[in-house]
């Protein structure tokens, strides 16, 4: 597995590119998007960095993530269970599936069907 680089800020694309080379995401880490948590693009800024933690009821971001106006957008966990989902349909999947697929478990808390 390859590594990724925490907390660097890159496209959608670039971030997914990485990720799928890897072949996931490490379950401690969570996705970040600049801007609208509720959607991505291609050229959506994003990062990987640790996931929030909660003291006293309250979010806790990294310093990283408060600097760089990041919002959560999905737990690694969900990440990989998507990823795999997207990898495990017929033909071959490609970086635009994968934002569609992404979209679609934000919207729907399903997985979208090729």
Aim: glycine residues 4%; charged residues 30%.
């Amino acid at each position: 597995m390859k590594k990724i680089e925490l907390r660097k800020v890159m496209s959608a694309v670039e971030l997914l590119q990485a990720i799928i080379a890897s072949e996931g995401v490490d379950e401690d880490y969570c996705i970040y998007v600049k801007g609208d948590a509720d959607e991505i693009s291609g050229d959506t800024r994003c990062a990987l960095d640790v996931c929030p933690s909660i003291v006293s009821d309250v979010e806790q971001v990294s310093e990283f993530v408060r600097l760089n106006d990041l919002e959560l957008f999905s737990y690694g966990p969900q990440f990989n269970d998507v990823l795999r989902n997207v990898l495990n349909q017929p033909g071959n999947c490609s970086v635009e599936d994968l934002i569609r697929a992404l979209n679609y478990y934000q919207d729907n808390d399903d997985f979208l069907d090729f």
